[in-house]
């Protein structure tokens, strides 16, 4: 035995802190002994906060303390380590005892499952075999129905009459031989019961046997006894067919409703609605359309109402009501099970697409725009009309899917009509806005409506263009939006005519620029013009305009209209923002007008310098043509009847304003080329006098040139002054003005303006 190994020595501050294995906190020895235990996810998790090498150092020490405990234990219990050999004997002879029971039960298990999959194989074949017998059973009993039902359906059929002509009257009194053929009919006419009814009754009961074979048929297809029994099928449902259909043209030129309602049910069973459909619009519906648009080549050409459908589609109504409203009632009879039928759609609405088509080939056309749009309204007229007959709003849904409808609807090109009215109302607008110059509009050729007021034929024409749009003659409401955004190129198209002619005129090169022409030629008062134009198509558009347009999108949502009323407040908005444009224009073009006049005050310089006048006792003759132009522009019929006094007072303003700058600029100039130009002068004299020896009192030139002059632009500015307040005008409130009185004013009135 080993010896003991002894404890480690423990110094004295060992006593005293924490024992040597102790661990940290997060190290939990206790984790490891868990069964759910995963090592990756206890690493992962710890090394969140831990360093690894604090982790694998931690991880070792608890190692090497394991190790030290195992060898611990092993030298505590030595000895029983060491006998454990000693007292496993004789092993070797109880294995063998234990193996011999074990082996035997092992064949008497291995003898009973082959007993058991024997017996599995034998129950897996019985079934098998059974399961065959029971398909082929099955699929002899199918053949046994088909061939009864096949013998059952010839059985009925050969009871029906042999010529449609036997009972198509209903008439009691039949001939003799049919009594021969026809048993039960015989039987029902004797019981005093409609022959076509009974026919009718018959019919459906053969067509409820035949939608049993088409089903038995369906579940045995590819079996050589029921392709043998295949002619006898078709036989018969081609006489089913034949007959059916002779009991429904019969009971529709009788209008016997418990036939038809029969006839219906037994079209229904076979699935053959179509043939229901096709017999009454070519027995019914054809004859009464042909009558009212014929469609033959005599009647076509000698026709006299041309390609309108309104009359048409008047008396077609009148024929639906008198003459098919009876089988439509059948039709859509409540949980009478014939809603699959659609008679509005597959026959009548058919029926009067073909006959359009035929006969007036030209109603579809949008090339005459006028006469398309009253078409196509007048069919959606007829459409809501016959719609009317739909008894559920499911029914309405049910019409308005089929094939039908939609051809009808693909035959009305609404894009092209809309490309065509795009052209022609856009165009006129567009050729309107070429014109070389501003068009007025005389008394005789005034627009319609609010254009009344306006002044010039190119406003006339873009509202005339505006209204055009949301005519009644002109709209279509499915193409609302692309009318609303017509609308808004018009608008669009007439502001930029007007911008573009006031940048290119500001420029200076208008007359070069296609579409800009007007801009060169024209003067204040056709601007003057213009502002009242822009005006009245601003508040005409945001008025009753608006109200117009939202009117007739009343059906749409209020989303949709506030949409609406936004883009053409919007578009009326950029009217009024082309206003203070058109004032600049004119402020601009009465400013060069001034200007002329305002040039000969450099003449003021040039007279005092060159004569030796005195002093100036009276203002200069151009100062009273300074403001001529503003004036005899606002003293002007058009100004005085079109210019509002909020429009004529910044005009005033806004002229005065810019005069009275330019006016400051060429008197400062002046004044300062005076001053410049005396003081040269000045030392030129004092020089040539020092050099003669002469004394240098200049007494007799007290006042000076720059006073002459600037006492001259005192009297100038001062009846200047006196001339904006005869228009109107506070002279003192212009900047310009003040600057201008303090440059060439008195030092004893620069601070007192007063004239």
């Known amino acids: 035995m080993a010896d003991p190994i002894p404890a480690p020595h423990r110094s004295a501050t060992d006593l005293f802190s924490d024992p040597l294995d102790a661990h940290p906190l997060w190290f939990k020895p206790a984790l490891f002994l868990s069964h759910n235990f995963d090592s ?15 982790l694998r150092s931690e991880l070792q020490s608890h190692l090497a303390s394991l190790n030290h405990e195992l060898i611990e ?76 039902v096949v013998s059952k359906v010839e059985k009925l059929i050969k009871e029906l009459p042999s010529v449609p002509a036997d009972w198509s009257n209903g008439d009691v009194s039949l001939m003799d031989e049919n009594s021969m053929n026809n048993g039960p009919s015989l039987q029902s006419v004797e019981n005093g019961t409609n022959l076509r ?36 099928i078709q036989s018969a449902s081609l006489l089913l067919d034949a ?183 856009a165009g006129a607008l567009d050729s309107a806005l070429l014109s070389a110059s501003l068009v007025p509009v005389q008394n005789e050729n005034f627009g319609q409506g609010n254009s009344r007021d306006l002044t010039l034929k190119q406003s006339v024409t873009l509202l005339n263009s505006l209204e055009s749009c949301w005519r009644e003659d002109v709209l279509v409401l499915s193409c609302a939006d692309k009318f609303l955004r017509l609308s808004l190129q018009l608008l669009s198209r007439y502001s930029n005519w007007l911008s573009s002619g006031l940048a290119a005129r500001k420029m200076g090169n208008a007359s070069s620029n296609t579409g800009t022409e007007w801009a060169a030629s024209a003067v204040p008062d056709d601007f003057v013009c213009i502002i009242h134009d822009l005006n009245c198509l601003a508040m005409e558009v945001s008025g009753d305009y608006l109200e117009h347009v939202l009117q007739n999108l009343s059906s749409c949502s209020a989303d949709v209209r506030d949409l609406v009323k936004q883009s053409i407040s919007q578009g009326g908005k950029s009217l009024n923002d082309l206003i203070p444009l058109v004032i600049n224009t004119i402020i601009d073009t009465l400013v060069e007008k001034s200007d002329e006049d305002l040039r000969q005050l ?36 058009r100004a005085t009847r079109y210019l509002t006094n909020e429009t004529r007072n910044e005009l005033l303003i806004g002229a005065a304003t810019v005069i009275t700058n330019h006016y400051f600029k060429l008197a400062d100039e002046a004044v300062t080329v005076a001053k410049k130009t005396e003081s040269s002068l000045q030392r030129l004299r004092q020089g040539a006098q020092r050099r003669a020896g002469a004394s240098s009192d200049v007494s007799d030139h007290n006042v000076s040139n720059t006073d002459k002059v600037c006492m001259q632009l005192f009297l100038d500015i001062q009846e200047y002054g006196r001339n904006l307040s005869g228009l109107g005008v506070d002279a003192a409130s212009i900047s310009a003005y003040r600057s201008l009185w303090q440059c060439v004013a008195p030092p004893d009135r620069e601070n007192t303006i007063q004239f």
């Open 40 to 54: 990756e996810s206890y690493i992962s998790e710890l090394r969140t906060f831990v360093p690894f090498d604090t």
């Open 243 to 425: 007959s059916l259909g002779h009991c429904f043209v019969d009971g529709l030129e009788h209008r016997d409703a418990n036939a038809i309602y029969n006839c219906l049910r037994a079209y229904a069973a076979i699935d053959n609605t179509t043939n229901a459909e096709e017999l009454f619009r070519t027995t019914v519906v054809a004859p009464l359309i042909q009558k009212i648009i014929p469609h033959w080549p005599a009647a076509v050409a000698s026709g006299s109402s041309g390609d309108e459908l309104e009359d048409d589609y008047m008396q077609i109504k009148q024929c639906i009501d008198k003459d098919c409203k009876f089988l439509l009632e059948i039709s859509f009879e409540e949980n009478s099970g014939l809603h699959v039928f659609d008679f509005l759609a597959n026959s009548i609405l058919k029926e009067v697409l073909s006959a359009i088509q035929k006969g007036k080939p030209g109603a579809f056309s949008p090339g005459r725009p006028r006469e398309f749009l009253k078409n196509y309204k007048s069919s959606l007229d007829f459409l809501v009309h016959i719609e009317g007959y739909c008894p559920s709003r499911s029914a309405v849904t049910k019409f308005r899917a089929e094939a039908v409808y939609n051809d009808f609807m693909k035959q009305w090109n609404i894009g092209v009509y809309f490309s065509l009215r795009f052209q022609e109302i």
């Open 602 to 637: 450099k003449g003021i310089t040039a007279t005092y310098r060159m004569t030796n006048k005195p002093l100036p006792v009276r203002h200069s003759p151009y100062v009273t043509g300074i403001l001529r132009p503003l004036k005899a522009f606002l003293d002007g019929e």
């Open 197 to 232: 009814e009974t026919q009718s009754m018959l019919l459906e009961r053969i067509a409820s046997e035949m939608n049993r074979l088409k089903f038995y048929i369906a579940h045995a297809q590819n079996l050589p006894f029921v392709e043998n029994m295949e002619k006898r």
């Open 73 to 148: 234990l092993i030298n505590r219990d030595y000895a029983d380590f060491v006998n454990l050999s000693t007292k496993l004997v004789d092993v070797d002879a109880a294995v063998v005892r234990m193996r011999a029971p074990l082996v035997e039960l092992r064949e008497k298990i291995e003898l009973f499952r082959g007993s058991l999959e024997g017996s599995l194989v034998a129950l897996k074949n019985g079934l098998k075999q059974r399961s065959e017998a029971a398909s082929a059973r099955e699929v002899l009993e199918l053949l046994l129905d088909t061939f009864h």
